[in-house]
């Protein structure tokens, strides 16, 4: 019988011993490099590997080259706590969703995304891994973007608030100098809408031992208005339902009962703006002979179809319904009086 090399070595010692170097090392080892690593035979690393590839939850790979006939031993490292790699497209897509959003992140947060991306992608498969650089490719872009630097602890919170459906105590400021009012919140969605951040919930009250909505209708609080957040560890909003943002109908904010609106374009900039876009499920588009365009949809927020129809000028005309067609034009009156008395 042969003489063991390290007859001090339990096998279990030489498995564990085997598997951390392959976890820990993204190379692969030749038969040879591994037995002079556990001063073992050939045999024994054989029937070492053979005995932790019994355990499902581990894949030790084998390559064996047939012109040195060489055989080496490797951890796929991206199947070792995921069950499945990540595509090398899925990790470019995320990169983009970086580049055009992630500037709306407070700073701290954004190289804590690049940390994360970057710790991915040794999770990729290792074809993807040789060469593999991470890079910029797009850029978010506007034309007067918010500083969430100091947003960075509301935002947290407000993610506790959502994963872990607790209500929070909330200090909000509408208007810059204006008063600052408390609520008793149940934050649902964190939204982004025109490089605003917005959080979508329930001003809600205390009834019968119980969390109810105070009002029929969700409110979005502009995040960098948020001047303080408590959250409220012994009230649940577990009985409210989320508020999942379909788009379906035109605007963010939902103040009224659904109604029509039918608006003519006739700037060339804004049809062509307005055609390219999708504002509510059921829209319809008609090109008119003279040119114009007709734009039908449905919305629930009267102030944001309102101010709308006015950012485009004198480029569209507000057809329906009535109401709204007089508002906009007891609001031109008053520019008006701005302009034509100066």
Request: glycine share 4%.
């Amino acid at each position: 019988m042969a003489t063991k090399q390290d007859p001090d070595s339990k096998r279990v010692d030489k498995a564990l011993k085997l598997y951390r170097l392959l976890l820990i090392n993204d190379k692969k080892y030749s038969t040879t490099e591994l037995t002079k690593i556990l001063n073992c035979s050939k045999q024994s690393i054989r029937a070492v590997i053979d005995d932790l590839n019994a355990n499902p939850e581990i894949n030790i790979c084998e390559e064996f080259n047939e012109h040195t006939r060489v055989k080496k031993y490797f951890i796929e490292h991206c199947k070792h706590g995921m069950n499945e790699p990540i595509a090398l497209e899925g990790y470019r897509q995320m990169e983009l969703c970086r580049d055009l959003i992630g500037e709306l992140l407070p700073e701290d947060d954004l190289l804590e995304l690049n940390k994360v991306l970057f710790n991915a992608a040794n999770y990729l498969p290792r074809k993807d891994r040789c060469n593999f650089k991470t890079f910029s490719i797009a850029t978010g872009f506007s034309k007067g973007h918010i500083n969430y630097s100091n947003s960075k602890e509301i935002l947290h919170k407000l993610y506790d608030c959502i994963t872990q459906k607790k209500c929070c105590s909330l200090s909000y400021q509408k208007e810059v100098n204006g008063t600052i009012k408390e609520y008793y919140f149940a934050p649902k969605r964190i939204i982004c809408l025109r490089d605003t951040l917005y959080i979508k919930g329930w001003i809600v009250e205390y009834k019968s031992n119980r969390v109810v909505n105070k009002y029929q209708h969700p409110t979005n609080f502009s995040v960098h208005r948020i001047q303080n957040i408590q959250i409220l560890k012994d009230k649940t909003s577990k009985e409210l339902s989320d508020v999942v943002n379909k788009q379906d109908k035109f605007g963010l904010i939902s103040e009224n009962e659904p109604f029509k609106v039918i608006l003519k374009f006739t700037n060339p900039h804004a049809i062509t703006y307005v055609a390219d876009r999708i504002w509510s499920s059921d829209q319809k588009l008609e090109f008119n002979e003279d040119g114009s365009l007709t734009l039908s949809f449905t919305t629930d927020s009267y102030y944001e179809t309102f101010t709308f129809a006015l950012s485009f000028g004198r480029g569209v005309e507000v057809v329906s319904p009535e109401e709204l067609r007089q508002e906009v034009k007891a609001e031109i009156k008053e520019m008006k009086k701005i302009y034509c008395n100066s």
